[in-house]
């Protein structure tokens, strides 16, 4: 559900640059995000506040 610090995102960009393309991330960890920031410049960011649980049934 959440980014983290974009190891997926990474992986699959050195697999194959040219068919993976990141266009944003969504992460509800401040710490994580600033990881983002930081090594994806350019790509979007969605910082959740707030993670309201619903029941899956």
Same mark, same amino acid.
């Given at each position: 559900?959440?980014?983290? +610090?974009?190891?997926?995102?990474?992986?699959? =960009? &050195?697999?194959? &640059?040219?068919?993976? =393309?990141? +266009?944003?991330?969504?992460? +509800?960890?401040?710490?994580?995000? %600033?990881?983002? %920031?930081?090594?994806?410049?350019?790509?979007?960011?969605?910082?959740? &506040?707030?993670? +309201?649980p619903k029941v899956w049934?």
């Open positions: 559900m959440f980014s983290g +610090i974009g190891g997926f995102a990474l992986g699959l =960009q &050195k697999a194959d &640059k040219d068919f993976y =393309q990141t +266009i944003s991330f969504c992460e +509800i960890n401040a710490y994580y995000a %600033e990881v983002l %920031e930081k090594n994806f410049s350019g790509i979007p960011i969605e910082i959740l &506040k707030h993670l +309201i049934r």
